[in-house]
Each structure stands twice: as structure tokens, then as C-alpha cells.
């Protein structure tokens, strides 16, 4: 039997998997894939990356927005967007520059992560610019942002009564529709704080969609 997981051994290797993903949005948004003004913020690296990485990238990213398309005119943004393992995920930027606006927009990972998203947010006015408003104000510590309608937040997903907790702060309504979001986050889960992080939003909110990206095939052993 494995030995259970603690942070150091194995929390470590998932919050690297962060960077990875960012350099590959990065090279593919460089090539034209698709249109990003905010993911140079967070990544520097240009390095290329494979065709084929490209496009797994580009489809990850436009099935993700189309889903979040049809949510936000359904409810006509009367909504919550709930981001589970952001990483450096852009979409909050991005959906500022639309028509489409949601009330509250939440976005959760470890908090080394949320540490050097914050970090990056405070030093580029740009990034600032979206988040404030003339009417609000940005409250910022080492790993949580709270603005009028965007919340980023440092928090074990698997420590349920601390997530619980983070979402009130970030002035969570549980009868609003919410949609959230995972993508390449429930496979580092253990399977049953998986399935007590599935059960506890069910029992919460009363309606949520649950939008989830995984890298599997419906037969292999991933999808078992």
C-alpha cells in the first residue's frame, strides 16, 4: 500500500505541472492559436513546443470558452464562475474584454501559486486595470486578491471546510448558478477527496455545472 500523500513528495510535482502548462498557452498564443494580451504577464519562457501540443492546447482552450459561452448567455451573466486549480489561467482577463460579465468570478489553488499570480497582478497595472473599478477596491495579501467581483485565493481543495471558508470570504452565493471549472486538476486528487469535493458542491450550490478537462481516453486506465 502507498504511503499517503503529503505536500512535500507529491503536492510539489502537481504545482509544477502549473508552469508546464502556462509555456505551452504561452507558445501557442504566441503562434496565433488563439488571441491572449495577459498570459505574457505570467510566463516569459518562448520556447517552442511540439505541433501536436499546440493544438491539444488550442482545442483545451476553445472547449473550455464555448462551454462558459453558452453558461454565461443561458443565465445572462447572472452567474459565478468558480476556477478550481486557476493556475496562471487568464480567463478572467480575457472575459473582461467581451460583452459577457459575470457577478462574481473565484478563482482557487495552492498558495504558492496564488502567491506569484498575486505578485504578478500587483506589479502590472494592466492586470490591476480589469480587477478595479472606480466604485471599489483591491485588498491584497501574500496569497489572496479580492476585488469587487474577482477573488483569487490560496486553499487545499481537498480541505473542505477551508474552501468553504475561502468562498465566504470571497462573498459566495450558493443559490446563484455557478459553473465550475477543472481542468487537468481531479486527476491529482486522491479519489476520495475527489468524490467528497463533488459531493460537498452538489450539496451546496443549488445550481452548478461542472465543467471538467482531463487527458484520457474514455478505456484506459486514467478514465477507470
Known amino acids: 500500500m502507498e504511503p499517503p500523500c503529503t505536500f512535500h513528495h507529491c503536492d510539489e510535482a502537481v504545482i509544477a505541472t502549473n508552469d508546464d502548462a502556462s509555456d505551452c498557452k504561452r507558445c501557442a498564443v504566441r503562434l496565433g492559436y488563439w488571441k491572449d494580451d495577459y498570459i505574457g504577464?505570467?510566463?516569459?519562457?518562448?520556447?517552442?513546443?511540439?505541433?501536436?501540443?499546440?493544438?491539444?492546447?488550442?482545442?483545451r482552450v476553445k472547449g473550455v470558452e464555448m462551454c462558459i459561452e453558452k453558461f454565461l448567455k443561458k443565465t445572462d451573466g447572472n452567474c459565478q464562475i468558480i476556477n478550481l486549480g486557476c493556475g496562471f489561467d487568464t480567463l478572467y482577463f480575457r472575459l473582461k474584454d467581451t460583452p459577457h460579465q459575470v457577478k462574481n468570478f473565484i478563482e482557487l489553488d495552492f498558495p504558492t501559486v496564488t502567491a506569484r499570480k498575486c505578485y504578478t497582478i500587483k506589479r502590472n497595472k494592466a492586470l490591476l486595470a480589469k480587477i478595479h473599478d472606480e466604485d471599489g477596491e483591491v485588498r491584497l495579501s501574500t496569497t489572496d486578491l479580492h476585488g469587487p467581483s474577482y477573488h483569487l485565493m490560496g486553499v487545499d481543495l481537498r480541505n473542505l471546510?477551508?474552501?468553504?471558508?475561502?468562498?465566504q470570504q470571497a462573498e459566495i452565493d450558493y443559490k446563484l448558478p455557478t459553473i465550475f471549472l477543472a481542468e487537468c486538476v481531479l486527476v491529482y486528487i486522491e479519489a476520495?477527496?475527489?468524490k467528497n469535493l463533488l459531493k460537498w458542491i452538489s450539496s451546496k450550490f443549488?445550481?452548478?455545472?461542472?465543467?471538467n478537462y482531463e487527458q484520457v481516453n474514455m478505456n484506459d486506465r486514467f478514465e477507470k
Do not use: H, S
Open 41 to 59: 504577464y505570467f510566463v516569459r519562457n518562448q520556447d517552442r513546443k511540439a505541433p501536436e501540443i499546440n493544438r491539444g492546447y488550442f482545442a
Open 161 to 167: 471546510d477551508e474552501l468553504d471558508n475561502k468562498l
Open 192 to 194: 476520495q477527496n475527489c
Open 206 to 211: 443549488i445550481t452548478a455545472v461542472f465543467v
